[in-house]
């Protein structure tokens, strides 16, 4: 075996470990590290109770859901963009998984069912809001490349939720606060991944 794949295995196997150690288990998703060469590309394993977060563009795609008619796009819970769903009480973690783009999860508003009606330009904000629970008014603050915040479910719900920088560039989905809710289904990867930002991607304070 080449040395030096059998050290990338050894170095890949100690991050699924790590990752396990977090919460892993039923209800893990993964996300897609960068390919190292044009034959090889790694999955990490996204520890339990965790949303991705990045531009579909990025990596994660958007998918038009049957349930909630409507694009939902920037956020998972495995591999690619999906509606999310967590039982009330759980703290998730909200995970930057960008290099380069700066990203939020705010709620945007509460629903009482499909559709996922989503207005055309709201005013979300950018400062952190809500004191660490998910609700009407709950703003994560900027995330920056690589980092993250968590969050308590206090209540339960349907939430639409949406990045303040990215919006109107598809980053908004549907999170489910109920008992037995899940993630729903994956959009497909798109076509090639770019991490170019948009208007308002990077944010100072």
């Known amino acids: 075996m080449d040395k030096k794949l059998f050290a990338l295995g050894i170095a890949l196997a100690g991050l699924t470990i790590s990752a396990c150690a977090g919460g892993g288990g039923a209800g893990s998703g993964t ?100 004191d660490g629970k998910l609700e009407v008014g709950y703003a994560s603050g900027p995330i920056g490349p690589g980092k993250s915040v968590t969050v308590s479910l206090v209540k339960a719900g349907m939430y639409l939720i949406g990045c303040a920088f990215h919006y109107s560039s598809g980053m908004h989905d549907v999170i489910v606060v109920a008992p037995r809710a899940a993630p729903g289904p994956q959009a497909t990867p798109p076509p090639k991944a770019t991490s170019s930002p948009t208007a308002r991607s990077s944010w100072a304070p």
């Open 31 to 130: 996300v897609m590290l960068p390919s190292m060469n044009n034959d090889l590309v790694a999955f990490a394993t996204l520890p339990k109770d965790t949303i991705g977060e990045e531009l579909p563009g990025e990596g994660l795609g958007a998918i038009k859901s049957v349930k909630w008619k409507a694009m939902l796009g920037g956020y998972s819970q495995q591999h690619y963009s999906q509606s999310l769903g967590f039982p009330p009480g759980t703290k998730i973690t909200i995970r930057n998984l960008s290099k380069t783009n700066t990203h939020t999860l705010d709620v945007v508003k509460a629903i009482s069912g499909p559709p996922a009606a989503f207005p055309k330009d709201p005013n979300l904000p950018v400062q952190k809001q809500g």
